[in-house]
């Protein structure tokens, strides 16, 4: 997930379409959470680990 809004914030920066960029940035932000709580042993989603 954070390696899909690195993309299409790549992507959204190189058009210049807002709407990539603020895609990318909501997809940034939930994988980096969702990373963190994973790697602080929480279940996320029922899963013990979140890759």
């Not at 909501?26 to 959470?33: D, N, P, T, W």
């Amino acid at each position: 997930m954070v390696v899909l809004g690195i993309i299409l914030l790549i992507v959204g920066f190189v058009t210049g379409l807002s709407l990539l960029w603020t895609i990318g940035i909501v997809l940034v932000a939930i994988g980096a959470i969702l990373w963190l709580l994973g790697a602080m042993g929480h279940a996320v989603a029922g899963r013990k680990h979140y890759w």
